[in-house]
């Protein structure tokens, strides 16, 4: 299975910015994969995921606790997003764990 994680990332990134409707402010940038730095950008991708997770959660509450401009299905995509985004990323993480335990087992 070959990820492309620089899509992948972006598409976290692009997620994360229009559940805040901050989506306008990554498109008038624009940075070539050469110039950012990868602990940046995980982190970036890590941030969003959280941010999507804790949408989520505010989104669940207000539904409990009987908010009516809140519906079921935006609760219930919401949580799916924030599952996806969390299950992607920890095949990542499993997926970069596997790549450093096959660099350091290569003989010197």
Same mark, same amino acid.
Request: proline share 2%; no cysteine; charged share 25%.
């Given at each position: 299975?070959?990820?492309? /994680?620089? %899509? *992948?990332?972006?598409? *976290?990134?692009?997620?994360?910015?229009?559940?805040?409707?901050?989506?306008?402010? *990554?498109?008038?940038?624009? +940075?070539?994969?050469?110039? /950012?730095?990868?602990?940046?950008?995980?982190?970036?991708? &890590?941030?969003?995921?959280?941010?999507?997770?804790?949408?989520?959660?505010?989104? =669940?509450? =207000?539904?409990?606790?009987?908010?009516?401009? +809140?519906s079921l299905g935006e609760v219930m995509i919401a949580s799916n997003?924030?599952?996806?985004?969390?299950? %992607?990323?920890?095949? &990542? =993480?499993?997926?970069? +764990?596997? %790549?450093?335990?096959?660099?350091?087992?290569?003989? +010197?």
């Open positions: 299975m070959n990820l492309n /994680t620089s %899509a *992948l990332f972006n598409d *976290l990134q692009m997620q994360g910015l229009k559940s805040k409707g901050l989506d306008s402010e *990554l498109s008038s940038q624009s +940075v070539s994969p050469s110039q /950012t730095d990868f602990s940046k950008m995980l982190k970036q991708a &890590i941030d969003n995921v959280n941010g999507l997770q804790q949408n989520t959660s505010e989104l =669940r509450n =207000r539904f409990e606790m009987g908010d009516k401009e +809140v997003k924030s599952s996806l985004a969390f299950d %992607a990323t920890v095949q &990542i =993480r499993n997926k970069m +764990v596997e %790549a450093y335990k096959e660099v350091m087992s290569m003989p +010197v």
